[in-house]
């Protein structure tokens, strides 16, 4: 399966899991996404902007993950090695994902 059709059938996923009224957010992460807290309390925009940061990053993770088996483990393992070295190199969002996965040399 090239990266193309792995990307899309991530997408048709994650879609799918919405349509149902699912999330893939969980909100234990929500505060690490969210500015510090102002006295009136956080605006639903801002609620809905870090539950898509999440998102997205969940997302560009699992792209990565689960592509192990189309020959990126190398990858994978320099940055899990980099993240435990305090460098945090993983994709924001799934396009990054894509463009990381398509233009990698192994």
């Not at 909100?27 to 809905?48: A, C, F, S, W």
């Amino acid at each position: 399966m090239s990266c193309q059709e792995y990307f899309e059938r991530v997408r048709n996923v994650v879609n799918g899991i919405k349509s149902l009224g699912g999330s893939l957010v969980d909100e234990m992460h929500l505060v690490d996404k969210l500015p510090p807290r102002p006295v009136t309390g956080y605006t639903d925009i801002q609620l809905n902007q870090a539950k898509e940061r999440i998102l997205d990053k969940k997302i560009a993770y699992g792209l990565l993950v689960y592509s192990d088996c189309n020959g990126y483990g190398k990858l994978i393992e320099e940055m899990q090695n980099s993240y435990l070295k305090g460098n945090n190199d993983y994709p924001n969002n799934p396009t990054e994902a894509y463009n990381l996965l398509v233009n990698y040399k192994n």
